[in-house]
Nanobody, 111 residues
Framework: QVQLVESGGGLVQPGGSLRLSCAAS????????AGWYRQAPGKQRELVAG???????NYADSVKGRFTISRDNAKNTLYLQMNSLKPEDTAVYYC?????WGQGTQVTVSS
């Protein structure tokens, strides 16, 4: 059974940083692309960043230059480094690979 488990969320002040992790199990992690999504209250879930099996990346315009997606295939883990955080980045962040979603981790940016 495929599982994705996120960690690393929390409360941070505007301008701060967080690194999210997504640990994968139950499949050959390295041969699939993966992505981070987020959903703020009252809004639709949106793609934040994606990474292919070959390491190519893409980002939502709202996070370009601030967020970095990466993967460590040896550890079966997906990462999202988030810098210069803004209050509008507040959301539940989910990782996704194939049809499988993680349970989500809350990120709150507030002073």
């Amino acid at each position: 059974q495929v599982q994705l488990v996120e960690s690393g969320g929390g409360l941070v002040q505007p301008g701060g940083s967080l690194r999210l992790s997504c640990a994968a199990s139950g499949r050959i992690f390295s041969i699939y692309g993966a992505g981070w999504y987020r959903q703020a209250p009252g809004k639709q879930r949106e793609l934040v960043a994606g990474i292919t099996s070959g390491g190519s990346t893409n980002y939502a315009d709202s996070v370009k230059g601030r967020f970095t997606i990466s993967r460590d295939n040896a550890k079966n883990t997906l990462y999202l480094q988030m810098n210069s955080l803004k209050p509008e980045d507040t959301a539940v962040y989910y990782c996704k690979q194939g049809f499988t979603w993680g349970q989500g981790t809350q990120v709150t940016v507030s002073s």
